[in-house]
């Protein structure tokens, strides 16, 4: 892909020419499922977040603990996370439990706060994995994102006790 940068209408002074190349994933599993003592959890993997959806199979109510959730990237280190709902202004604050009632599922998505940039007027997520580098770069970019892993750790609360569940993601290839 070629971007254009400069251009100044008919009278054209300069131009400069950005080359990207971009980069798709392919994953070892895009769709993780782990079981816990009161139901299941399962992520999928998007290209900016992590769809996720927690099913109680049992006859007492879970809480997902969202202040003790996090990201784990590439390089292990764990990121703070917000899901759907929250304000972007508002990612940073104390984020209260999400009741799942027995037998019952919630879906909701999440993002790692460190991948979001934006303003009051709104914001986006950056990609979980790079999207595009510099075509000197692909070489490199590519045997270093393959087997890469990443991690969504949740923390659920069942009665009184913590459980806590961890969907690992590992890239398989790059295209």
Known sequence: MVRAKDVDGPNISEW??????????????????????????????GREQIGITVENNSDQPIEIVWNDCSFVDRDRSAKRIFHSGVKYTEREQAQPNTTIPPLAKVEDTVVPTANVVGDQSGWAAKPIFPNEVPPEMAEKVVASMTGAKVALFVQLLVGEKKTPVT????VAAVK
Request: proline letters at 3%; hydrophobic letters at 40%; charged letters at 15%.
């Open 16 to 45: 400069s020419v950005e080359c990207i190349t971009p980069l798709s994933y392919e994953y070892s599993h895009k769709v993780v499922t782990q079981k816990f003592s009161a139901g299941i959890i399962t992520g999928v993997i």
């Open 167 to 170: 969907l690992l993601f590992e």
